[in-house]
Nanobody
Framework: VQLQASGGGLVQAGDSLRLSCAAS????????VGWFRQAPGKEREFVAA????????DSQDSVKGRFTISRDNAKNTVFLQMNSLKPEDTAVYYC?????????????????WGQGTQVTVSS
């Protein structure tokens, strides 16, 4: 299975982007999916995660009210809607799948990772 993250780009502060994470080779069946980001020189950090049926959602405080994670299981895709972007949101964004459907903030607990998509927010 491969995860493909897409939707990144160069935007100005206050703009919006919608990231997508699509699975190929298998479905996201019974997988929780998380979004993480990594800025240059920093560790990869948790952004948001969603359980298989969407009943459990978690996000870090710095993105609450601005970012929304959702999923369309029929399309085998998870989304991250990012509004009111700030320069500090600049990073490579990765999606990851937890095969046991656990919503967790721990990078180590995710089993499968996508290749990342660059988000750059200019001031």
């Amino acid at each position: 299975v491969q995860l493909q993250a897409s939707g990144g780009g160069l935007v100005q502060a206050g703009d919006s982007l919608r990231l997508s994470c699509a699975a190929s080779g298998r479905t996201f069946s019974r997988c929780a999916v998380g979004w993480f980001r990594q800025a240059p020189g920093k560790e990869r950090e948790f952004v948001a995660a969603i359980s298989w049926m969407g009943g459990i959602i978690d996000s870090q405080d710095s993105v609450k009210g601005r970012f929304t994670i959702s999923r369309d299981n029929a399309k085998n895709t998870v989304f991250l809607q990012m509004n009111s972007l700030k320069p500090e949101d600049t990073a490579v964004y990765y999606c990851a799948a937890h095969l046991n459907n656990v919503v967790t903030r721990s990078v180590r607990e995710y089993d499968l990772w996508g290749q990342g998509t660059q988000v750059t927010v200019s001031s």
